[in-house]
């Protein structure tokens, strides 16, 4: 508590009001991120909770921990949580939040009310959704298949839908107030080609949620007024067509696959820059390709259908697609690695999880190549092959990605610095648990072992086994930033203005930033990541060596 | 009753082994370019760590990047091609199959065979010879999953799938329902026996049934009275169906359709969405008068029928 006082004042933390309802209340967007921040790591644990179970029960064959109705229940908890609750607004709506202002100097959001009703959006149709699967009980998976979840299960599931519809507007409004703050807020001087990527990233996340976030909401609401009302829309029974539903769910679901990754890349690109010292190799082609990514992210859903009854040529432009979106991922990750060439490498926390996003995130890629090899596709399609290669994406990557860059910017966040060597620990734990989890996936999924299986045939337990231990080591390694993190606001030393030397304008003010994040407006006259110059920032702590 | 855990692993089709070459290559490949961006990144980490002064000297050339990306481009394409040859011919169902119809249903497999013969959830099948599952649902979206086929595809209400496969030798393999659908999704599991084609003889022969699919459509046109306006000589001004089956009909609309199974599902239970030229449209919907299976019934009839009559049920 010593340090407390040596916190530069005034700051957004302490100045503005300490009281509840003054968060509550809020519309400085860097309290909003908070408000953000402390919402999805509890929809994270509650997720986490969720897979636990399913682990602990797939350790044996048989289903006998859980009935079959509550596994059902389990994953399609976590799939929602996950998907809608935690990876959707992870990286945008917490550190974009709170940085894109800063890294373009500006005082705040476009419109910092709607960014406060965005969060209360989101907590109510979350919160809304989660009793709805707790207390009536859904058992669809988090993509709703028809004619199942409209004619067939029972339960919440029309409750679950609308929650899941009421949070699709706060990623609309948080998605337009980005377009608009990158616009409009952009300090004299911070052109297009010397924004951050990381901006540039949450600019493609916000463009996407945009257009087809409404497209979710259409489609979960045709499938509510089938259920309520029984009009036919997907149930061939009364005439519908259930394959219609997967092109409308994919339409939206798989350029969400992009709102998960691509504010991850660009957290990436900011880290191994800062810890290389160097500028991004590359920059306009790694703009161009986060640019790319969403664009082509529109054009692949088919993927999702190869074995569906989609026609063979339908499939092939699909295929064709998707190998194409692969190559503007494909370049990232070379240039990330060209980066390094030459630098000034330094391993802090941040550094280890974007090497980790880096690998985990390639493993990602390729076994994607795979699936979108059709041929292979028929095999893996609705297997563990999947399972694991989504994860390795989202959980490998966005996750990765979403740590890194709290450790990197929590010294900005909150003013104090985390214990250094469990910041490292807690990364490498995170990195083998991960693996040791989802790793024997892809083998019993290429043996055949089919996802949402509540009990299972023997010969695939060893995998299974051995994925659950990865499973218990991975909960412990989520504890241990939770534990550091909040040690370091209690405990931590006073971390300076820029502890690792980045330049980046969010830098340039006090730790915390006071409320209008700076005292006297920036003008920008650099490139981004002007590593290289003689007067670029310095670290101001003593690097490990 | 499974021979070994092998027995999993190993493809037993033409297809499937042809799904795990193209893994295996895909695989090695993923294999060597993450043995390179490993050794790169950790050789860059420990040569250009800070403090040790070494980063000093002429940058990377920028063409580089463009270098890669065309040779990545060329890369995936070859993969593609690749992947999406093997499937439109897995795509091509060949002449002469022996065809099985499954009906799926929360949460079995019913499995009829050409000579009326039923099975559920353990499908019996000879080596040696193509096998053509005709695919139909009851009730949610299934999937009818053979890994040691290295096989997959979906059960969907409302239409009709099909898939093909051509097993080695005999031996007994899984069969799983792959696309989530509903409580008991999990149970909704069973085996795929190939038989040689004599045991496979004589597993029909110990099975033979009273009347085979076609006859039991030929009962059902006339129980439930297609016969009576379909038949020639009729009261009721309606098409014939006995030489139906693939042959191209004109609508009402203008346009030609071919008269598979899926046109004739559609004729049976939602008339109105196709009406022949030349006919009125007064036949009723079927649609709460017959079941997934006897409709399977019905439409063996009208092939067979075709068939005897010269047509071979191809367009």
């Not at chain 2, 110990?206 to 699919?213: F, M, Q, S, W």
Request: hydrophobic residues 50%.
């Amino acid at each position: 508590m010593a340090d407390r006082d040596t916190l530069p004042r005034p700051n957004y933390l302490l100045d503005g009001g300490t009281t509840l309802k003054r968060w509550l209340l809020t519309t400085d967007h860097k309290r909003v991120a908070w408000l953000y921040m402390v919402s999805i790591t509890f929809f994270f644990l509650l997720g986490s909770a969720a897979a636990l179970l399913m682990r602990l029960e797939l350790l044996t064959p048989e289903g006998d921990l859980l009935t079959a109705e509550m596994y059902n229940r389990m994953f399609s908890l976590h799939g929602i949580i996950m998907v809608w609750f935690f990876l959707v607004p992870a990286i945008p709506a917490t550190l974009g939040n709170f940085l894109i202002p800063l890294m373009i100097g500006a005082k705040d959001l476009a419109f910092p009310r709607l960014n406060l009703l965005s969060w209360y959006i989101y907590a109510f149709g979350a919160a809304f959704t989660v009793w709805a699967t707790v207390a009536g009980g859904v058992d669809t998976g988090w993509t709703f298949y028809t004619p199942l979840s409209s004619m067939f299960a029972n339960g919440n599931v029309s409750a679950a839908i609308l929650g899941v519809f009421i949070v699709g507007f706060s990623s609309i409004l948080t998605g337009i107030n980005f377009i608009v703050t990158v616009h409009r807020m952009r300090a004299p001087g911070m052109t297009w080609f010397r924004l951050p990527l990381f901006v540039w990233a949450n600019y493609a996340t916000a463009i996407i949620m945009v257009l087809a976030t409404p497209v979710l909401a259409i489609t979960l609401l045709l499938v509510f007024v089938e259920r309520a009302f029984g009009i036919g829309i997907f149930d061939p029974a009364l005439g519908g067509d259930p394959l219609l539903f997967q092109h409308l769910f994919w339409f939206y679901s798989h350029p969400a696959v992009y709102i998960m990754i691509l504010p991850g890349m660009g957290v990436v690109s900011e880290l191994v820059a800062c810890f290389a010292r160097k500028r991004v190799f590359g920059y306009g082609l790694m703009a161009g390709s986060i640019l790319a990514i969403a664009f082509l992210g529109f054009l692949v859903w088919g993927h999702h259908m190869f074995v569906s009854g989609q026609a063979a040529y339908a499939g092939l432009m699909f295929g064709l697609l998707s190998f194409l979106v692969a190559v503007p991922s494909a370049i990232k990750v070379f240039n990330w690695t060209a980066t390094l060439f030459r630098g000034s490498i330094v391993l802090e926390t941040g550094m280890l999880y974007a090497l980790g996003f880096i690998g985990l995130f390639t493993i990602g890629g390729l076994t994607g190549l795979m699936l979108a090899s059709m041929a292979i596709d028929v095999h893996v399609h609705d297997t563990y092959f999947v399972v694991a290669h989504f994860h390795y994406i989202m959980v490998g990557g966005m996750v990765m990605a979403y740590l890194g860059g709290l450790h990197f910017w929590w010294p900005k966040l909150t003013g104090r610095l985390y214990n250094e060597f469990w910041g490292r620990f807690s990364a490498v734990a995170i990195f083998v648990g991960f693996n040791l989890t989802f790793f024997p996936q892809f083998i019993m999924g290429y043996q055949g072992m089919p996802r949402r299986y509540h009990s299972y045939t023997p010969e695939y337990e060893p995998w299974h086994v051995l994925s659950s231990a990865g499973a218990v080591l991975l909960a412990i390694g989520y504890f241990l930033p939770l534990l550091n993190l909040g040690w370091s606001m209690l405990r931590g030393r006073a971390a300076g203005d820029n502890p690792w030397g980045a330049t980046g304008l969010e830098w340039r003010t006090t730790s915390p930033p006071p409320p209008h994040n700076f005292r006297n407006p920036p003008v920008v006259q650099r490139e981004a990541y002007d590593y290289g110059s003689d007067d670029a920032p310095v670290p101001d702590r003593e690097m490990p060596r | 009753m499974l021979e070994s855990l092998a027995d999993i692993l190993g493809a037993v089709t033409d297809f499937g082994a042809r799904v795990d070459a193209l893994f295996l290559v895909m695989l090695a490949a993923s294999l060597i370019l993450v043995a390179a961006l490993v050794a790169l990144v950790v050789g860059f980490c420990v040569r250009y760590r800070r403090g040790r002064g070494d980063h000093a000297g002429p940058r990377l050339d920028h063409r580089l990047e463009y270098g890669w990306s065309l040779a990545l481009l060329a890369v995936f394409l070859g993969f593609f091609a690749w992947g999406a040859w093997v499937y439109v011919d897995q795509q091509r169902v060949p002449d002469g199959t022996l065809q099985i119809r499954a009906v799926a249903k929360q949460w079995m497999w019913k499995f009829h065979h050409p000579g009326g013969q039923r099975e559920i959830n353990h499908l019996h099948v000879p080596a040696g010879r193509p096998v053509e599952i005709v695919l139909a649902s009851e009730d949610v979206i299934h999937s009818f999953y053979v890994p040691a086929f290295r096989l997959k595809q979906d059960a969907v209400p409302g239409r009709y799938t099909r898939t093909w496969f051509e097993a080695d030798a005999p031996g007994v393999h899984r069969l799983f329902c792959a696309e989530y659908c509903g409580t008991q999704h999990s149970r909704m599991r069973g085996t795929v026996t190939v038989l040689s084609p004599d045991e496979y003889a004589q597993w029909l022969a110990e099975r033979t049934p009273d009347e085979g699919l076609a006859e039991a459509g030929a009962r059902l046109y006339s129980a439930l009275g297609c016969s009576g306006c379909h038949e020639p000589g009729s009261q009721v001004h309606a098409p014939g169906l006995r030489d139906l089956y693939g042959r191209p009909v004109a609508l009402a609309s203008g346009e030609t359709v071919i008269a598979d199974e899926a046109y004739l599902r559609d004729a049976i239970l939602l008339p109105e969405k196709h009406v022949v030229a030349g006919f009125d449209p007064v036949m009723p919907s079927f649609s709460t008068q017959i079941e997934e299976a006897d409709l399977m019934r019905l439409i063996a009839w009208l092939r067979a029928e075709s068939r005897a009559g010269g047509n071979d049920g191809r367009p």
